[in-house]
């Protein structure tokens, strides 16, 4: 039996008499048939035929220490409430004041940190609840990386704790990632 190096969904794989299917393959008209893009292997041992994918796609997730961007969307005195941007689909997120710096962490005041509407590069620290993961800022490549003023003018970095507007040049307070 000789098998493709590649097949694709729907496609019929050569078996002999009492191959069973395996992992990625399905009956079909009394066929075996794959269920995916892949890499078609047959276990003599077994008499199983399986495909196994030919590339591995990163979990859509947040996983514990992962780095993602977000955007703020609620602030209040002791924390921000972000949505994870994670391709199409968004996720709830909290950045406790306690987790906005590494250091001063009693200083801290979370709307001289964020804003809604800002973009910042964080940190996932916990799965959390069941409605949102907890993430971090405490660290120089994390914080905000984009925002708009609130005049709605878009700012640039100009220190570790300041943004300016571009074309008024007004000063606000954010948490100012480190650029990479």
Same mark, same amino acid.
């Given at each position: ?14 078996v002999?008499?009492?191959?069973? &299917? ?9 066929? +075996?048939?794959?269920? =995916?893009?892949?890499? &078609? ?7 199983? +035929?399986?495909v ?9 997730? &947040?996983? +514990?220490?992962?780095?993602? =961007? %977000?955007?703020?969307?609620? +602030? ?25 710096? %590494?250091?001063?962490?009693? @200083? ?14 964080? @940190? ?17 490549? =994390?914080?905000?990386?984009?925002a ?21 040049? @007004?000063?606000?307070?954010? @948490? ?5």
């Amino acid at each position: 039996m000789s098998l493709p190096t590649t097949c694709l969904p729907g496609q019929p794989l050569p078996v002999s008499p009492g191959t069973i &299917p395996g992992p990625g393959t399905y009956i079909s008209n009394s066929e +075996i048939t794959s269920t =995916l893009t892949g890499l &078609p292997s047959y276990n003599a041992t077994t008499k199983t +035929i399986s495909v196994s994918p030919a590339t591995t796609l990163p979990s859509p997730l &947040p996983t +514990i220490s992962s780095t993602v =961007l %977000a955007r703020v969307t609620r +602030i209040n005195p002791r924390q921000a409430t972000v949505a994870i941007l994670s391709g199409s689909d968004t996720f709830q997120g909290v950045i406790r004041q306690q987790d906005i710096r %590494a250091t001063e962490k009693d @200083k801290v005041k979370v709307f001289e940190s964020f804003r809604p509407g800002d973009v910042v590069r964080a @940190k996932v620290i916990s799965l959390g609840d069941l409605q949102n993961y907890y993430l971090t800022t405490a660290g120089n490549s =994390l914080g905000v990386v984009m925002a708009v003023s609130e005049e709605g003018e878009e700012m640039v970095p100009v220190s570790w704790r300041e943004m300016r507007g571009m074309k008024t040049g @007004k000063v606000e307070l954010r @948490k100012v990632a480190k650029p990479i």
